[in-house]
């Protein structure tokens, strides 16, 4: 099934309150399953047919299903049969382009990564590299998910990501502009594609499996070779013209010379990107060549020179954390970085920074917190991308046009 370049769009007005209340009774599946229609019906404030009708729909689309051997409460009167979401049936697929390797993954309905596959592409051009990112994903549907419809396929990049045209508007580290990365994809796999900044579909990923505080309001502070931010407060997740807000790679460090592409010197990502640290390392002898794996194991058994450089990129990040609390005041700020996730000290490195220069009263070791998905968080952010889609309007194209199809 091939889907036109602006891939799936969402209801419009006149179905919105519908999908709207079956939104309502997915998320809290998602939330509380197995759950019973009448405890949804509670929660949501929908009535008890609203919530069975909806519940039908959802499991005809193949996103909910019925738990068996329910018993009738005292043994008498109807049964109160949970319900669940339904992992069985279908697919998402993930993908995350990174600066030196594109990792493919298929998830479930919980966001949670079944297989994922990480794939070098150092020279490659725009059009081959997500040509082999197409055929990686039918591989591992074949591999790992025959008996399953795929639902979509969610893009996660860093840059500056314009989700509504699917267009990867510049990715400077690599190289690309305006790259239809949703038309290509669509035409190569015949799936439904949606496309975002991973820090923002990282806050998608939090909202819907994560840290319960991200929905109320929340700030991703995204740090590897690419160092940016995302913001969200009630069910908005904001986006700006075109989708360019979070851009916090050109913030200024304290008493950082580093020298920028952009012809400044001391800018975040500059000072602190993974490349930057692996560089210092082989400058100071503590590596042959520039390869940031290798500094965080070495950092990971205890090197005390890999941890203090470790420590001090955690300070440098705390910089940006504090001024990001100050201006949003979020209820929470999660940190993707991996040497938050794998050496010991950072996070407290981090926090303490913040401590040290936030105005606004915040406990760090309450609102600084890391990722909720260690070691999957580009897999994750990939299938976020389109789960945000599926759980935001369950009756919308994505599962209506699929079930027309099959």
């Given at each position: 099934?091939?889907?036109?370049?602006?891939?799936?769009?969402?209801?419009?007005?006149?179905?919105?309150?519908?999908s709207?209340?079956?939104?309502?009774?997915?998320?809290?599946?998602?939330d509380?399953?197995?759950?019973?229609?009448?405890?949804?019906?509670?929660?949501?404030?929908?009535?008890?047919?609203?919530?069975t009708?909806?519940s039908?729909?959802?499991?005809?689309?193949?996103?909910?299903?019925?738990?068996?051997?329910?018993?009738?409460?005292?043994?008498?009167?109807?049964?109160?049969?949970?319900?669940?979401?339904?992992?069985?049936?279908?697919?998402?697929?993930?993908?995350?382009?990174?600066?030196?390797?594109?990792?493919?993954?298929?998830l479930?309905l919980?966001?949670?990564?079944?297989?994922?596959?990480?794939?070098?592409?150092?020279?490659?051009?725009?059009?081959?590299?997500?040509?082999?990112?197409?055929?990686?994903?039918?591989?591992?549907?074949?591999?790992?998910?025959p008996?399953?419809?795929?639902?979509?396929?969610?893009?996660?990049?860093?840059?500056?990501?314009?989700?509504?045209?699917?267009?990867v508007?510049?990715?400077?580290?690599?190289?690309?502009?305006?790259?239809?990365?949703?038309?290509?994809?669509?035409?190569?796999?015949?799936?439904?594609?949606?496309?975002?900044?991973h820090?923002?579909?990282?806050?998608?990923?939090?909202?819907?499996?994560?840290?319960?505080?991200?929905?109320?309001?929340?700030?991703?502070?995204?740090a590897?070779?690419?160092?940016?931010?995302?913001?969200?407060?009630?069910?908005?997740?904001?986006?700006?013209?075109?989708?360019?807000?979070?851009?916090?790679?050109?913030?200024?460090?304290?008493?950082?010379?580093?020298?920028?592409?952009?012809?400044?010197?001391?800018?975040?990502?500059?000072t602190?990107?993974?490349?930057?640290?692996a560089?210092?390392?082989?400058?100071?002898?503590?590596?042959?060549?520039?390869?940031?794996?290798?500094?965080?194991?070495?950092?990971?058994?205890?090197?005390?020179?890999?941890?203090?450089?470790?420590h001090?990129?955690?300070?440098l990040?705390?910089?940006?954390?504090?001024?990001?609390?100050?201006?949003?005041?979020?209820?929470?700020?999660?940190?993707v970085?991996?040497?938050?996730?794998?050496?010991?000290?950072?996070?407290?490195?981090?926090?303490?920074?913040?401590?040290?220069?936030s105005?606004?009263?915040?406990?760090?070791?309450?609102?600084v917190?890391?990722?909720?998905?260690?070691?999957?968080?580009?897999?994750?952010?990939?299938?976020?991308?389109?789960?945000?889609?599926?759980?935001?309007?369950?009756?919308?194209?994505?599962l209506?046009?699929?079930?027309?199809?099959?």
């Amino acid at each position: 099934m091939t889907l036109p370049a602006e891939g799936p769009q969402r209801t419009d007005a006149r179905g919105a309150r519908r999908s709207a209340s079956a939104s309502a009774v997915l998320r809290a599946v998602l939330d509380e399953g197995p759950i019973a229609r009448s405890t949804i019906a509670r929660r949501t404030g929908l009535s008890a047919a609203a919530v069975t009708g909806h519940s039908a729909e959802l499991a005809r689309l193949g996103l909910l299903r019925e738990l068996p051997g329910a018993e009738p409460r005292g043994g008498v009167g109807r049964p109160h049969v949970p319900v669940d979401l339904d992992t069985r049936r279908h697919v998402v697929g993930g993908l995350h382009l990174a600066v030196h390797h594109a990792t493919v993954a298929l998830l479930d309905l919980r966001g949670n990564v079944l297989v994922q596959h990480e794939e070098p592409h150092d020279g490659l051009a725009a059009e081959d590299l997500l040509a082999r990112a197409a055929e990686i994903l039918d591989d591992l549907l074949l591999g790992h998910a025959p008996d399953r419809e795929p639902l979509g396929l969610g893009v996660a990049t860093g840059g500056w990501v314009d989700r509504a045209s699917g267009t990867v508007v510049e990715h400077p580290l690599l190289g690309w502009r305006d790259v239809p990365v949703r038309e290509l994809l669509a035409g190569s796999t015949g799936l439904a594609v949606e496309v975002d900044g991973h820090a923002r579909a990282l806050v998608h990923a939090e909202r819907l499996f994560g840290h319960p505080r991200a929905r109320d309001s929340v700030v991703q502070l995204f740090a590897g070779n690419v160092v940016d931010a995302a913001f969200a407060t009630g069910a908005t997740v904001h986006h700006g013209p075109r989708s360019a807000a979070g851009a916090v790679a050109h913030l200024p460090v304290d008493d950082s010379t580093e020298p920028c592409r952009c012809g400044r010197t001391g800018c975040l990502e500059a000072t602190v990107s993974e490349g930057t640290l692996a560089r210092r390392a082989v400058e100071r002898g503590m590596l042959a060549r520039p390869d940031f794996p290798a500094l965080l194991a070495l950092a990971a058994s205890g090197d005390a020179a890999a941890v203090r450089l470790f420590h001090d990129r955690a300070r440098l990040l705390g910089q940006a954390a504090a001024l990001l609390l100050d201006v949003l005041n979020p209820a929470v700020l999660v940190v993707v970085d991996r040497g938050v996730a794998g050496v010991p000290g950072c996070l407290t490195a981090l926090r303490d920074e913040v401590r040290a220069r936030s105005i606004g009263g915040h406990d760090p070791a309450e609102t600084v917190v890391p990722t909720s998905f260690p070691g999957t968080e580009l897999t994750t952010a990939g299938g976020a991308v389109l789960l945000d889609v599926l759980f935001d309007d369950p009756l919308g194209p994505l599962l209506t046009g699929l079930s027309r199809a099959s």
